[in-house]
């Protein structure tokens, strides 16, 4: 125990050392949309349960939990990303337990901003048609048990940002490690470093322009250079700690800190009850450090979230089927609603 204590300091001292939070250069980084939850279950408690999240969903927040499958697990949700701006998303997300203690998972998570119209310069107004903006990523997980105490694994995600003639794709790296203790397992420990991966670049016959020269009557086209852009890395430290209760039911307390590169720092804290694994209740709140309230905040995710699972049994082998919703408050727009379906088989 004492080995894995020092493990497990000697990586969060390297970790937070290489990314500190850094709000001077917000926006700087690209693929920000690796930064959104896609699952209603952990969105729920605000990105806190980095510690106790687990199964196929734990590949967002720490994919040391993949470890935890029993046998097979399905995950479908729908998100009303902003609701207001007609932005969604839909993930999907499949997970299989490989021996006897590793665990294999895909998830498939795709952005879209509805149509958006077209225009030139010639024609300002639109009238020619519209466009699609797609961003997705694609994440092959792994995660093993190392011991009865000591939990790790890897994600590897392909990223596409796009639009009709111009894309940029890339690949980053996800790693993360959970430790657990206590007498009844009851106290866990986690680590995540997140979206390491080198820079992406747009390429496309939209990164050209076409002129006439007037004295040749030639046409000139010129490709303009895009700037590349880095990952939005992060480092994610969490606490869980189960309270114990008669009748089969339990209080989780979640919190969690992430240490950004391109933005501030945030604080998360979250509360999951439950009843006989039947019922969840869930509650959170995510912070940025250095601001008073949600409405000075530099991120619109910052402020109070819920959720909730409803989940029955569906045979004695122990699977079940579950409805999962979430609810994060969000200045500006209208909140985010995520809703899905979980299958354990």
């Known amino acids: 125990m004492k080995k894995s204590i020092i493990s497990l300091s000697l990586i969060l001292g390297i970790t937070t050392s290489l990314f500190a939070g850094n709000p001077d250069r917000s926006g700087s980084a690209g693929a920000s949309h690796l930064l959104v939850n896609p699952w209603a279950r952990s969105s729920g408690l605000g990105n806190a349960s980095l510690s106790s999240v687990n199964g196929v969903e734990s590949v967002f927040l720490n994919v040391a939990g993949l470890a935890f499958i029993k046998k097979t697990e399905l995950l479908f949700t729908n998100t009303q990303y902003f609701v207001g701006t007609g932005i969604q998303l839909n993930a999907a997300a499949f997970g299989q337990k490989v021996g006897k203690s590793g665990a294999f998972g895909l998830s498939v998570v795709n952005m879209n901003f509805g149509d958006i119209a077209r225009t030139t310069e010639a024609l300002p107004e639109g009238g020619i048609g519209s ?129 950004n590169s391109f933005s501030k720092d945030q604080l998360a804290l979250g509360l999951e009850y439950n009843l006989r694994n039947r019922l969840f209740l869930r509650g959170g709140y995510q912070q940025d450090i250095g601001t008073n309230t949600t409405y000075n905040a530099k991120s619109a995710l910052s402020g109070p979230t819920a959720g909730m699972t409803i989940q029955l049994p569906t045979g004695d082998n122990g699977s079940v089927i579950g409805l999962d919703y979430s609810y994060r408050l969000t200045n500006p727009f209208n909140g985010i609603h995520s809703m899905g379906i979980h299958i354990t088989l």
């Open 131 to 259: 466009y699609t903006v797609n961003y997705s990523n694609i994440g092959i997980s792994f995660a093993k048990e190392f011991s009865n105490s000591i939990y790790g694994g890897l994600t590897v995600r392909l990223i596409s940002e796009a639009i009709y003639n111009v894309r940029s794709q890339g690949v980053a790296f996800d790693a993360g490690i959970r430790y657990v203790t206590g007498e009844k397992d009851n106290v866990r420990f986690g680590i995540t470093l997140r979206n390491v991966g080198p820079p992406m670049k747009y390429k496309g016959d939209g990164m050209t322009v076409s002129a006439v020269i007037p004295s040749s009557g030639n046409t000139l086209t010129v490709e303009q250079r895009s700037q590349p852009y880095e990952m939005p890395s992060m480092v994610n430290v969490g606490f869980a700690y189960d309270f114990l209760m008669k009748n089969s039911m339990k209080l989780t307390a979640n919190a969690a800190y992430t240490s």
